[in-house]
């Protein structure tokens, strides 16, 4: 069973489900659950492989979405879900495999397609890192920059660090085996009617118009929104933003949320 953190009160609406992307946790989106919070349950979740959920020796997503499915599971049976990056792709596996658990499904800059890049030299950067010799995440920081230059992505891999018991809190054998199915997409059958909304930073090129006959074919009530200024981490680059769109796109009319430029 994932770890889960649950926030606010059940209510007459189901809870929002969220679940955080690729070397994330659900620390990582826990200060937009606590806000969301105000008006709705909100149960946030360490995915597999992160954070302080069990650790597997797999990493595909029908895996993930099972994982998803039995917490909707535990919290009423059905829930709204919003998935960034990889927990975009194991919220829309959810929704194909398990339709009747989702009211409505919010991705986060990401599609249903298989990407070109990897994200594999992150992990041969952390397993690098000489943890023996590390103090404070000052220490870590400065170790790691020579290998992960930018400073937003080396802050954010660092969340994971556990520099007390000297420990990344990331399956990083598993996810390096896994990662052409984390940036893959499997043939799944099926398609989800709900209400969809594919969110994107509007600096960010990870939703194409060319991805566009790809998600409708499994989504075909989707819907496409832009942040404009936000990168690829939108809930990062424009945290107010992204609650807006998601606390209205998740109320009882869905329509367009502050901060979106909706698309056709």
Same mark, same amino acid.
């Given at each position: 069973?994932?770890m889960?953190?649950?926030?606010?009160?059940?209510?007459?609406?189901?809870?929002?489900?969220?679940?955080?992307?690729?070397?994330?946790?659900?620390?990582?989106?826990?200060?937009?659950a606590?806000?969301?919070?105000?008006?709705?349950?909100?149960?946030?979740?360490?995915m597999?492989?992160?954070g302080?959920?069990?650790w597997?020796?797999?990493?595909?997503?029908?895996?993930?979405?099972g994982?998803?499915?039995?917490?909707?599971?535990?919290?009423?049976?059905v829930?709204?879900?919003?998935?960034?990056?990889?927990g975009?792709? %194991?919220?829309?596996a $959810?929704?194909?495999?398990?339709? =009747?658990?989702? @009211?409505?499904?919010?991705? !986060?800059?990401? &599609?249903? +397609?298989?990407?070109?890049?990897?994200?594999?030299?992150?992990?041969? %950067?952390?397993?690098? $890192?000489?943890l023996?010799?590390? =103090?404070?995440? @000052?220490?870590?920081?400065? !170790?790691?920059? &020579?290998d +992960?230059?930018?400073?937003?992505?080396?802050?954010?891999?660092?969340?994971?660090?556990?520099?007390?018991?000297?420990r990344w809190?990331?399956?990083?054998d598993?996810?390096?085996?896994?990662?052409?199915q984390i940036?893959?997409?499997?043939d799944?059958?099926?398609?989800?009617?709900?209400?969809?909304?594919?969110?994107?930073?509007?600096?960010?090129?990870?939703?194409?118009?060319?991805?566009?006959?790809?998600?409708?074919a499994?989504?075909p009530?989707?819907?496409?929104?832009?942040?404009?200024?936000?990168?690829?981490?939108?809930?990062?680059?424009?945290?107010?933003?992204f609650?807006?769109?998601?606390?209205?796109?998740?109320?009882?009319?869905?329509?367009?949320?502050?901060?979106?430029t909706?698309?056709?």
């Open positions: 069973m994932l889960t953190y649950s926030f606010g009160d059940p209510g007459d609406l189901p809870p929002i489900l969220i679940a955080h992307g690729l070397y994330g946790s659900a620390r990582n989106l826990n200060v937009i606590k806000r969301l919070s105000a008006t709705r349950q909100v149960i946030s979740v360490d597999r492989n992160h302080d959920s069990p597997s020796a797999r990493h595909s997503y029908p895996d993930l979405a994982d998803l499915a039995e917490v909707v599971t535990g919290f009423g049976g829930a709204d879900v919003m998935g960034h990056s990889m975009g792709k %194991a919220a829309m $959810l929704a194909l495999l398990h339709p =009747a658990a989702v @009211r409505r499904l919010v991705v !986060a800059d990401i &599609a249903p +397609v298989t990407y070109n890049h990897t994200q594999v030299q992150f992990i041969h %950067a952390m397993r690098a $890192l000489d023996s010799g590390i =103090a404070t995440r @000052r220490d870590a920081d400065a !170790a790691l920059k &020579a +992960v230059p930018e400073d937003g992505i080396r802050a954010f891999l660092l969340q994971s660090l556990d520099v007390k018991e000297k809190r990331l399956n990083l598993v996810l390096e085996a896994f990662m052409p940036i893959g997409w499997p799944l059958a099926g398609r989800f009617d709900g209400p969809a909304l594919f969110l994107s930073g509007g600096a960010s090129d990870y939703v194409r118009a060319d991805h566009r006959p790809a998600i409708r499994l989504f009530a989707a819907r496409f929104a832009k942040i404009p200024g936000a990168g690829h981490w939108l809930h990062a680059d424009k945290p107010r933003e609650e807006a769109s998601l606390g209205i796109f998740f109320g009882a009319n869905g329509s367009s949320g502050q901060g979106q909706p698309e056709s």
